[in-house]
Structure formats: structure tokens, C-alpha cells
């Protein structure tokens, strides 16, 4: 079965500074990649999602990069700011009805002011 | 459109006692899923249904939890008996036949 891995588990910046999170996962015939930001005691939240057909997805200060033959992705947020702190997880699946999304150990990042 | 509804948000149980927790997806999801999140860590898959049918309960400690989604529709999650191991928040998601998937606030479970 899929296997993802995630690392840093912590990563602290300061303010303004970018974050880059790194996911690799084990299962070829994945080929949908969400990321999910979780606040302190509150849901998982989609915040962005690549498929295996495009390489790169930009949504304003955040982007996901795909390497589907190294199979590795990243998200990468760009001048960050205090409420970018949160528990950021990874996750792969295979994008079609009857698969579920198995998800990273999660990466912990703090932007300091 | 109204998110994932769960409940109870907390629940306090004793060892070897049973607990169960409820979930409504989103209208018009047939996908459902369970989750385990224990502190620290990503959420682990528990049970996925397509409908009212079992699509993966491969992870599911068949011993001691049971799920059931009769409708199609609310699902609910059952432990008995439960174990000091099993303190974590149980997540609810649901999605379109395996879209993208919306998660509920969880039931965070803690077994003294």
C-alpha cells in the first residue's frame, strides 16, 4: 500500500521569510497530492491539491510541486505570515472512487513576528 | 453548504468501557471515511464506505471497533472495550465518489 513520507516534522521561520515542506510517497499509481492545514483543536483544511497531469499549482503566497518520476511533492509558502502556523500534513491517493488518502506524520510550522 | 457534522466534540471514558461517535457527511457525498489522529500524528485511515458498503476497513482493529453506515447516509463509530491506546480525535470526512475530501471537527477521545 501507499506509503508518504514528511519532513521537517518542525520548521520555525520568521515572519516574511518562505517555508518549503517536502513529501515523498511509495505507490506509482497515486496521482492526486492535497495538502491539509490543521489550527490548534480544529479539522484538516484543504488549502491546495495538485494531480499528476500538471507539475506545479500556484494559489497566491502558496504553491505544490510535483515530480511524479522521483516521486516527491512539496508545498511551498511564500512571504510568511503569524497565521501560516499550524500543522501542515501531506497526503497521496490514487484519484478515483474507492481509495482513500493516506497522509504524512505532518510538519509543525511556526512564523514568529 | 454545511460541512461534516460530528458528535460528541469530547468524550471521557473509563478503560474497557464503549463509546460510540457519530457522523453526517455532506449532503450528496457518497464517500465516507474515519480517521484516527492520535496527538502528534497524521490521520490514519480506519474505515472508508461508498455508500452504505465497506470499500476499506483493513486497518480497522475488527476486535474492538465497528462501523456501520446504514442509509448511505450517517455513520456511526463504535469501541468496545476500550483501551488507553484508543485516546486520540476521531475524524469524519466525506467527499464525492473519492473527490476531494472535507473533514468534520473531530471527537477527541480520551480513555483513562
Known amino acids: 500500500g501507499e506509503n508518504v513520507e514528511q519532513h521537517p516534522s518542525t520548521l520555525s521561520v520568521q515572519e516574511g521569510d518562505s517555508a518549503v515542506i517536502k513529501c515523498t510517497y511509495s505507490d506509482s499509481a497515486s496521482n492526486y497530492f492535497p495538502w491539509y492545514k490543521q489550527e490548534l483543536g480544529k479539522r484538516p483544511q484543504l488549502i491546495i491539491d495538485?494531480?499528476?497531469?500538471?507539475g506545479e499549482k500556484k494559489d497566491q503566497r502558496i504553491a505544490v510541486t510535483l515530480n511524479k518520476t522521483a516521486k516527491h511533492f512539496s508545498l511551498h509558502i511564500t512571504e510568511t505570515q503569524p497565521e501560516d502556523s499550524a500543522v501542515y500534513f501531506c497526503?497521496?491517493?490514487?484519484?478515483?472512487?474507492?481509495?482513500?488518502?493516506?497522509f504524512g506524520k505532518g510538519t509543525t510550522l511556526s512564523v514568529s513576528s | 453548504e454545511a460541512g461534516v457534522a460530528q458528535s460528541p466534540r469530547y468524550k471521557i471514558i473509563e478503560k474497557r468501557q464503549s463509546v460510540a461517535f457519530w457522523c453526517n457527511p455532506i449532503?450528496?457525498?457518497?464517500?465516507l471515511y474515519w480517521y484516527q489522529q492520535i496527538l502528534g500524528q497524521g490521520p490514519k485511515l480506519l474505515i472508508q464506505f461508498q455508500n452504505n458498503g465497506v470499500v476499506d476497513d483493513s486497518q480497522l482493529p475488527k476486535d474492538r471497533f465497528s462501523a456501520e453506515r446504514l442509509k448511505g447516509v450517517d455513520s456511526t463509530l463504535k469501541i468496545q472495550p476500550a483501551k488507553l491506546e484508543d485516546s486520540a480525535v476521531y475524524l469524519c470526512?466525506?467527499?464525492?465518489?473519492?473527490?476531494?475530501?472535507?473533514f468534520g471537527q473531530g471527537t477527541r477521545l480520551t480513555v483513562v
Open positions: 449532503s450528496g457525498h457518497a464517500t
Open positions: 495538485i494531480r499528476s497531469n500538471v
Open positions: 470526512a466525506s467527499s464525492r465518489s473519492g473527490g476531494v475530501a472535507f
Open positions: 497526503a497521496a491517493k490514487e484519484d478515483q472512487a474507492g481509495t482513500a488518502l493516506i
